[in-house]
């Protein structure tokens, strides 16, 4: 899914590196199951922002097969530490297997059950929080993971122009638009953070905790 017309998608992923058979084989296997990963493009710019953040300390919303988060804990390095997590027993079992077949299952703490409340299981800050948990439950994201994050940290959040619903004038949001726009307007309006919106794919947005 992308909101960048079919040939400039088509361009962008033409001059991705490829990546390796690990990744490889779980975007065929995402893209033939229907199962909404991030996909290369905005990987490498999670893997990008990362190393820019010098993020060593990542916090993962919403992980599914655990795609992103490999992107994640290859960026974060060695010494890095990335805590996985989804509601489901299931895709956390195949995320296992998936961090161990690419080698950074030991950077990576796996944890089932509600997002938030795992966040809020886990002490200490973060230096970066990423954010791909059902989009309803946005608005309370940004409420509670922020205060998570160290200054200078980032909250990095994907389908924030939820396939082009964010429009101008708004027509009858449903729960999920009218959440994603809820959200984007808090990164904005909030003083405490700088945010810019990249329409990569679904949209991404990059919001610096500055104070
Ligand atoms: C879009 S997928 C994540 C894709 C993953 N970030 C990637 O790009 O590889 C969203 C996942 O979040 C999980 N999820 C959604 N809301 C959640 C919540 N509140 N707590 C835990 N997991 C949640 C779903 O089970 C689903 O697997």
Not at 23 to 31: G, I, Q, T, V, W
Not at 162 to 179: F, S
Request: contains cysteine.
């Amino acid at each position: 899914m992308s909101l960048l017309s079919a040939g400039l998608d088509d361009y962008l992923h033409s001059i991705l590196p490829p990546r390796d058979e690990v990744l490889a084989r779980m975007e065929a296997d995402a893209a033939c199951r229907g199962i909404p990963i991030v996909g290369p493009a905005v990987g490498r710019l999670l893997a990008q922002v990362t190393r820019l953040a010098g993020a060593r300390r990542v916090f993962e919303l919403g992980s599914a097969i655990g795609y992103s988060t490999i992107w994640l804990a290859r960026a974060v390095g060695p010494d890095g530490r990335v805590f996985y997590t989804d509601g489901s027993e299931e895709n956390a079992a195949e995320a296992r297997e998936n961090l161990s077949r690419a080698g950074v299952a030991e950077r990576v703490t796996v944890l089932v059950g509600d997002a938030l409340t795992a966040l809020d299981g886990t002490d200490g800050e973060f230096d970066l929080i990423f954010n791909d948990v059902d989009k309803e439950g946005y608005p309370d994201v940004l409420r509670r993971a922020l205060p998570r994050l160290r200054v200078g940290g980032l909250l990095v959040t994907d389908n924030v122009l939820w396939g082009g619903a964010l429009r101008l004038p708004p027509c009858e949001d449903d729960a999920e638009t009218a959440a994603i726009r809820e959200f984007n307007r808090l990164c904005y309006a909030n003083p405490d953070l700088e945010t810019t919106i990249v329409p990569l794919r679904d949209g991404v947005s990059v919001a610096r905790r500055i104070r």
